[in-house]
């Protein structure tokens, strides 16, 4: 049954797993945030000494239409659903068009008594790595020949992010060293030996943890500066500097709460 809520996990349609769901209502959830804070001077306020974005949850409810002579078909289907949840991956809803979530693990609330043919289900999907909604395709910027310079990137989303860095040699030569930052994140490369025709790829599995390849090894140990990446939404300028030119891509998810 085609319904107008739908969830999505890697493709796969929920409601077309069997035509007996029902979608009741998806929950998108608001990222749970871990916020510490100390007692200012003075006998009044307090100073907030650090945050964390921790985990998100997306709930959604169920229904199954059938009737309460049909308990083994019954179980079947919510057997059906547990196994479409537990799979994880990336999850859309049909409502946010445009946006996307990395679920990392499922929680199953008990069937119960499955004879109450009224009654609905409820999974709870959640995202620990990167705990946001995320954009399904980057804003990106593109410079065709730089070895030293800036360019802008508009960064979508209401949250902090992290930009992906994309460098191609083309100058012919290897590329021992590479810079970039932006606001007052800087990552410094040194060493990383990037030959003539090869990518260096700063960027972010779905995990959220930053790597760094140059063609198809690793440089991440080449590293100094910056955890990461950070930027804000709105227009943000990143700077590079390199050995030699080579074109630049720089791409940027936006992540939502």
């Known amino acids: 049954m085609i319904l107008s809520k739908r969830a999505a996990l890697n ?3 929920l409601d077309e797993l069997h035509e007996a769901i029902v979608i009741q209502r998806i929950d998108p959830g608001t990222p749970v945030m871990n916020r510490a804070a100390t007692n200012m001077m ?8 650090g945050e964390h974005w921790e985990t998100l949850d997306i709930t959604i409810e169920y229904g199954i239409n059938l009737p309460n002579t049909e308990m083994i078909l019954r179980r079947q289907v919510f057997d059906t659903v547990t196994a479409w949840a537990m799979g994880g991956g990336w999850l859309t809803v049909n409502w946010i068009p445009d946006r996307r979530v990395w679920i990392d693990r499922a929680e199953i609330a ?3 008594d499955m004879w109450d043919w009224t009654d609905n289900y409820t999974i709870t999907l959640r995202a620990y790595c990167v705990p946001f909604w995320q954009s399904e395709n980057p804003t990106t910027a593109a410079v065709a020949q730089i070895a ?3 360019t802008a990137i508009e960064v979508g989303g209401n949250v902090q992010t992290v930009l992906d860095i ?7 030569m290897s590329i021992n060293n590479f810079r970039v930052s932006v606001g007052n994140n800087e990552i410094v490369l040194t060493g990383i030996a990037l030959g003539a025709t090869e990518t260096l790829r700063i960027s972010h599995g779905t995990d959220g943890l930053l790597r760094i390849t140059a063609g198809d090894r690793s440089v991440y140990d080449k590293r100094t500066g ?3 990446l950070y930027v804000m ?3 943000n300028v990143v700077t590079v500097r390199a050995d030699r030119a080579g074109a630049l891509t720089v791409l940027s998810y936006g992540r939502y709460i």
């Open 233 to 235: 939404p709105g227009s």
């Open 110 to 112: 008990s069937s119960g």
């Open 166 to 172: 994309e460098f191609e040699n083309r100058s012919g």
């Open 226 to 228: 910056a955890d990461d």
């Open 148 to 150: 030293s310079g800036q």
């Open 42 to 49: 003075g006998g009044a306020g307090q100073r907030i000494t």
């Open 11 to 13: 493709g796969v349609q």
